[in-house]
């Protein structure tokens, strides 16, 4: 079992930046691969990017490459959302999703454990 506690959103103006952390208590985080979600007001929750478990390899969304990245530091059993240069259309709540195979997959079916989600809201 993996329990997160995800933090770091906000409010921020169009070209701002957030930097969004998730904390996983549990099994060995190491174990796991991360992915970031976000599901804006009225959509469905869509797939942002993902980590591989060494944090070596990175797959992202065509909406956010570019101006996302993603990081994690098994050390501190963290995922990080590094998210530049906002737009509007960004805003969302945001959730960081995790499972134990170590290979992309953008369906969040796919994702065993999640985090409570964090509001970030980009004004115009």
């Known amino acids: 079992q993996v329990q997160f506690v995800e933090s770091g959103g906000g409010s921020v103006p169009t070209g701002g930046s957030l930097r969004l952390s998730c904390v996983a208590s549990g099994r060995t985080f190491s174990s796991y691969s991360s992915a970031w979600f976000r599901q804006a007001p009225g959509k469905e929750r869509e797939f942002v990017g993902w980590?591989?478990?060494?944090?070596?390899?990175?797959n992202y969304a065509d909406s956010v490459k570019g101006r996302f990245t993603i990081s994690r530091d098994n050390a501190k059993n963290a995922v990080f959302l590094q998210m530049n240069n906002l737009k509007p259309e960004d805003t969302a709540v945001y959730y960081c999703a995790a499972r134990g195979l170590n290979y992309l997959d953008r369906n969040e079916a796919a994702y065993d454990y999640w985090g409570q989600g964090t509001q970030a809201t980009v004004s115009s």
């Open positions: 980590v591989n478990r060494a944090g070596d390899i990175r």
